[in-house]
């Protein structure tokens, strides 16, 4: 048994290209995204339709262009030009000033204004005009304030847990889920195929091993250098990202260890399905990855999708793990509150490994 | 065909990997109509040489010609004329014996009446007829080795390049894929055959063997034992490789 | 030509022979369309509130009760001990915190000014801020009646009405950008997959050497192999926009025949990269990883469920090489926006250039002797 396991440990550190998939990717990936991604508004190109040309929608203007939510493109001359504008893509946004904007704002105390927005995009459309709205609001306010001082009710913003609002807060716990997910579904599931592609299974199974210790000795190393490439992770988005640490490490690492073990049983599930190492890839990438990013949490709130999906995500292992590394880094929470998710984890991992078994053995019989 | 024309001309043939040398000005010829033996140690060189023939590789120096053309300039043409038969198995296990044989009938611009013929003709000659359903990878062995063989073929090319071909196979098949090969001689084919079985040795009208890069000797069969003065190819082969 | 259409017919022998291939190339494709497109949504609606109410009085009662009104807030509980509330958001049963100070009704009459303290769980950044607007919007609005009604002062306070229009989508139904942005992710996954793990095999299995000593040309090749895959991922296409347009009403202003044609390029392209990848790696396993890589970052870049401009710059210059990025743009533009030939011809230039490029240097690669 051990000697086996010395084998298959020899075998994947031989093999350059696969601690490159194992280390290489991860990294880059987390790196990458952990930059790139921001859901939150900013450099939005705005268009500008001002048919009053006066002091206030100046002022307007400039307020919504210096809040670092939008950039401005271009100043519009009738609202024929609206439709081409956003035809070219660029634009997601025109605020179209009316006539006389300033004389009815004080004149009468009302003025109007449109806001038209691209809503090809219905998420960034809604939070575009959120912004917006809360730009003039402010304006309003502010306007007002300037010559007396009304009933004032101040509500006081306190931003839990992320009080700088960084999107890396939510990207980095959800890109850990999916590159550990991926990397160890692929790997075993791969690895497994394709002794039984190239005959060496057959080999095995003749040997006095016994089956469980054949897979046993095939998932060890990767359990092993998954979890290595975890707490690779881990410490680049401390030190790289900056995300809290405020839980228990220990909690942290054996969650972590069982997703992973979790991440392998799937994959050993998907070997025991698939034939041909093509179909063995297709179906932990193709089939898993876009699930994975969708139905986890990991961009879209999983809270906002229509019910019979929120059931469904509860089938998917990664939207339990993405709880437990956002409650224990982020919120600090201890054993307490992450052992219902855990313990769902754990059903799974054994569902997958009875599941694999039972498989295993039909096929031999 | 002209009976007398060289089907390979091999002259000064040097192939290198780096400083490693491979192939040491190898000069040979092979007639039409000959079964030429390429004999040597696993390492010496064989399947270098053969895939420089069949325009795999590319020669580091020296003057090649298959079938007439030129290995630098006509290697299309050279392509058209050849068979080749590879060490590792060549057909596609995913599909049937018709399938493989309309694919590669296909790729040799057969027409659609030529492929149909050959397909019964070798269901027939091989009495497949019990696998014609079934995919390649469920043929024995030995019935997979002869068809890779008239697949090989299938376009009649004037020369085949055989990498050991019997590897594997049982003493009785490996007799049966001779008979083939001498039958296709008979019909005028040059057949250049890789082999490290020395009782297939002495079915080649020719063999040379290959120690370390360099051709060591080049004789018929008979001829080789005389001058060695031992009573088999094997013994030869033993005397040459132990230097 | 005939050699093609031999080596088509065989490659299509081959990917069909598993039987795992056909619901793997046809079924999941568009289960994951039908199923996926409900998820991608930024809408925040229902937000699980708590309100620690220390004051207990009319006004504080009128203030719980337009949260209370409100069509994005359930009202979870009313607590005067904060404590429980804090747990409760500790457990991620709450996602909002109001917290009504004692004397905030004596305050605000008699100092005519109080705080109220809105805490937001912002894991979730661009959420929280949207939540946090919510609720600042609410407590703005009571603050106004409150004026009017309880201090009786006449209106002179201006306002600026403003009167949102949202077009091409005024439903803002997310699924019409979320159905061709998920088709075009599903097509680009699978052609590249299944081009990038193509060669590779020939190569791991050694039929390769048997292919190149045929007098097959390398042109003749390439399309061989090219052809089966984009005959699938085109019929893929075709599939998904008949959803699109039956099951999920995505209004398709724009010219079908252009979308068709423009799709056929971006798929050579996407074919292209696959084949490239197939003839850099020496086995199916590093192909794949490879091409999870790229489509990764292509999928996370393209801008579909982030928005690009809120990239750094260097990352928003990535996708020039993106070409997800170009085909959603162009997608998005013509079937939701009804834009014409004229208004994306740049895209279209940057797809065919691209694919002949990378056709090019899949060519280029493939050689048949070393």
Not at chain 1, 77 to 100: A, C, H, L, M, S
Not at chain 3, 296 to 307: A, D, E, Q, V, Y
Request: contains cysteine; aromatic residues 12%; hydrophobic residues 50%.
């Amino acid at each position: 048994m051990r000697i086996f396991i010395i084998k298959e440990f020899l075998q994947i550190f031989r093999d350059k290209r696969t601690m490159v998939i194992l280390f290489g990717i991860p990294i880059v990936q987390i790196l990458l995204f952990g930059f790139a991604l921001k859901n939150d508004i900013k450099n939005v190109q705005i268009s500008i339709l001002d048919q009053s040309k006066d002091l206030y929608t100046q002022e307007l203007t400039n307020k919504l262009v210096s809040s670092g939510y939008f950039i401005l493109n271009s100043n519009l001359q009738n609202t024929d030009e609206i439709e081409g504008i956003f035809k070219k893509g660029k634009v997601r946004e025109v605020i179209v000033f009316e006539p006389q904007f300033g004389e009815n704002l004080i004149k009468d105390g009302r003025a109007n204004v449109q806001i038209i927005t691209d809503a090809s995009d219905p998420n960034t459309a809604n939070m575009v005009y959120s912004y917006t709205q809360a730009i003039i609001s402010d304006y309003v306010q502010e306007i007002n304030t300037r010559n007396e001082k009304p009933v004032m009710i101040i509500p006081q913003s306190q931003m839990r847990y992320n009080p700088e609002l960084e999107s890396v807060f939510m990207f980095v716990p959800g890109l850990i889920t999916i590159v550990l997910m991926l990397v160890s579904a692929m790997m075993t599931s791969i690895s497994i195929t394709r002794e039984k592609e190239l005959g060496t299974m057959e080999v095995l199974l003749v040997s006095p091993v016994k089956p469980w210790q054949i897979i046993l000795g095939k998932v060890l190393p990767y359990v092993f250098l998954s979890f290595i490439s975890a707490i690779l992770i881990l410490l680049m988005s401390y030190f790289v990202f900056h995300m809290p640490f405020s839980g228990s490490l220990v909690l942290l690492l054996s969650s972590s260890l069982l997703f992973i073990i979790l991440a392998l049983a799937l994959g050993l599930f998907i070997s025991t399905v698939s034939k041909t190492q093509q179909v063995a890839m297709l179906l932990s990438m193709f089939a898993l990855l876009l699930p994975t990013i969708l139905l986890s949490g990991f961009i879209f709130p999983i809270k906002n999708m229509p019910l019979a999906l929120q059931y469904f995500s509860h089938l998917m292992p990664p939207k339990w793990f993405v709880i437990v590394i956002k409650n224990i880094m982020i919120k600090g929470n201890g054993i307490e509150l992450v052992w219902k998710e855990l313990l769902i984890l754990l059903g799974m991992t054994m569902f997958f490994i009875v599941l694999s078994i039972k498989k295993f053995k039909i096929r031999l019989e | 065909m002209e009976n007398n024309k060289k089907q390979v001309v091999v002259k000064d043939l040097v192939k290198k990997f780096g400083s490693f040398v491979a192939n040491d000005h190898l000069t040979f010829e092979v007639n039409s109509g000959e079964i030429f033996g390429f004999l040597g140690a696993n390492g010496a060189g064989k399947t270098t040489a053969i895939k420089i023939l069949c325009g795999l590789s590319a020669p580091t120096s020296g003057e090649v010609k298959v079938a007439g053309f030129d290995i630098y300039k006509q290697r299309e043409q050279i392509k058209k004329s050849i068979g080749y038969m590879s060490q590792k198995f060549s057909l596609y296990d995913d599909l049937t014996i018709a399938e493989n044989i309309r694919f590669y009938g296909g790729i040799y611009g057969l027409n659609r009446q030529q492929i149909k013929l050959k397909t019964s003709d070798y269901m027939d000659s091989l009495s497949l007829h019990e696998y014609a359903s079934s995919r390649v990878e469920e043929l024995p062995l030995g019935i997979k080795q002869k068809l890779s063989f008239m697949v090989a073929i299938l376009h009649e090319p004037p020369i085949v390049f055989l990498d050991e071909p019997t590897g594997g196979v049982d003493p009785l098949t490996r007799r049966q894929f001779w008979e083939m090969i001498y039958q296709e001689a008979q019909n005028g084919k040059t057949i250049f055959v890789t082999t490290h079985y020395m009782d297939e040795a002495e079915y080649c009208h020719r063999v040379s063997i290959m120690v370390d890069g360099k051709i060591e000797a080049l004789d018929t069969p008979a001829g080789l034992k005389e001058k060695f003065g031992v009573d088999s190819v094997e013994k030869v082969f033993i005397k040459l490789a132990r230097g | 030509m005939k050699t093609i259409l031999y080596f088509i017919q065989k490659e299509f022998l081959q990917i069909f022979r598993d039987k795992m291939m056909l619901p793997i190339i046809f079924a999941i494709p568009i289960i994951q369309l039908l199923v996926l497109s409900y998820t991608a949504t930024y809408e925040i609606k229902k937000i699980d509130l708590g309100i620690v109410d220390l004051d207990r009085s009319v006004t504080s009662a009128n203030l719980i009760s337009k949260f209370e009104a409100s069509p994005f807030y359930i009202l979870k509980l009313v607590e005067p001990n904060y404590q429980v509330l804090d747990e409760m958001m500790q457990e991620g049963e709450l996602e909002q915190i109001i917290y009504i100070p004692q004397h905030f009704e004596q305050d605000l009459l008699i100092e005519n000014n109080t705080t109220v303290q809105v805490i937001t769980d912002a894991i979730n950044g661009s959420a929280a801020s949207l939540m946090s607007a919510y609720s600042v919007q609410i407590l703005g609005g009571f603050n106004k009646e409150f004026l009017i009604e309880e201090m009786m002062i006449p209106l002179g306070y201006r306002q600026i009405n403003n009167e949102v229009a949202y077009w091409y989508n005024p439903e803002l139904d997310y699924k019409t950008f979320m159905v061709p942005g998920i088709l075009v992710l599903l097509v680009t996954i699978i052609g590249l997959f299944l081009s990038a793990m193509n060669i590779v095999k020939e190569k791991e299995i050694g039929t390769i050497e048997q292919l190149n000593v045929t007098p097959i040309k390398k042109y003749q090749f390439i399309i061989g192999k090219l052809m089966p895959f984009w005959i699938i991922a085109m019929f893929d296409l075709g599939l998904g926009l008949i959803i699109a347009k039956f099951v999920f009403a995505v209004p398709m202003l724009g010219s079908i025949p252009l979308v068709i044609g423009v799709a056929g390029i971006y798929l050579i392209l996407v074919l292209g990269i696959g084949l490239f990848i197939s003839t850099l790696s020496d086995t199916q396993q590093q192909s794949m990883f490879i091409s999870w890589f790229f489509v990764m970052i292509f999928i996370l870049l393209s801008g579909l469920f982030t928005p690009v401009e809120n990239m750094p710059l260097w990352a928003q210059k990535l996708n020039i090489l993106n070409p997800i990025a170009y085909f959603i743009e162009f997608m998005r533009l013509v079937l939701l926006k009804g834009s014409s030939f004229m208004d994306v011809w740049r895209n279209i230039v940057s797809i065919s250039i691209y694919a002949v490029v990378m056709l090019g240097l899949a060519t280029l690669r493939y050689r048949k002797h070393s």
